[in-house]
């Protein structure tokens, strides 16, 4: 895949320029990246706090296949590894969020209109620390000044390393085995579960005294040690 990138001082968020962009046909491979954003959200309409400093980018997707639920799965594995080649242990907490060192850098929203073909891909990096109005679960991978632009490309180079696998799902292993969740006590549905896997339709598999349980989506967290 070729990359095309536009980038700007602030938008609102990159996912909302990026999808307004794919509706009126801008090709596969258009990446917008903002230095800051103003209305930055994850899934389930959580606030994404987006100041200046970060990495926030979304890409156009116009798959060749119909299934668009891995896409973000297999962006986590990209991120992973573009982190990882920078020296960072970093972990995937299902379904959409890095973790390096307990602390949150990196979410991935993807967003798709899939009658007309296309996903967006939003990614948020935490390269620097994202100031002293971060929620407390926010980490950074760098104290001082950085390459944004690198690790963009780092980033994008992974993603299309995977993309035209996805629907194979060749990538769930490293997904496991970089997951915070397994072998750990969560809690999801206001329930603790121990989890126990990740399913290869990338539910997340949980258990509780016996009964197993799957969850596709919502929100989960680890329990304090």
């Not at 990138?5 to 938008?11: A, C, S």
Request: hydrophobic share 40%; net charge negative.
């Amino acid at each position: 895949m070729e990359f095309i990138k536009e980038k700007y001082k602030e938008l609102g968020s990159t996912n909302d320029t990026t999808k307004i962009k794919a509706a009126h046909g801008a090709p596969e491979g258009t990446v917008i990246i903002a230095e800051s954003q103003t209305a930055g959200r994850g899934r389930l309409d959580h606030k994404f706090y987006s100041p200046a400093g970060g990495l926030y980018m979304s890409l156009i997707l116009r798959p060749a296949f119909s299934d668009f639920t891995p896409i973000t799965a297999a962006a986590a594995v990209a991120v992973c590894r573009a982190i990882a080649s920078l020296g960072f242990d970093a972990r995937i907490k299902w379904v959409n969020d890095i973790y390096v060192a307990g602390k949150k850098v990196c979410g991935i929203l993807t967003e798709a209109d899939v009658t007309a073909g296309w996903a967006v891909l939003g990614i948020g990096v935490n390269t620097v620390c994202p100031g002293k109005d971060a929620p407390p679960v926010a980490g950074w991978l760098f104290d001082g000044g950085c390459d944004n632009d690198r690790i963009a490309d780092l980033i994008l180079y992974e993603f299309g390393r995977l993309y035209e696998t996805i629907p194979g799902k060749d990538f769930i292993g490293y997904y496991r085995e970089k997951s915070c969740l397994i072998g750990h006590r969560v809690t999801a549905d206001g329930r603790e579960y121990d989890c126990v896997g990740i399913a290869d339709d990338l539910s997340l598999i949980l258990s509780d005294g016996g009964e197993v349980k799957r969850i596709t989506c919502g929100e989960v967290s680890v329990k304090p040690v």
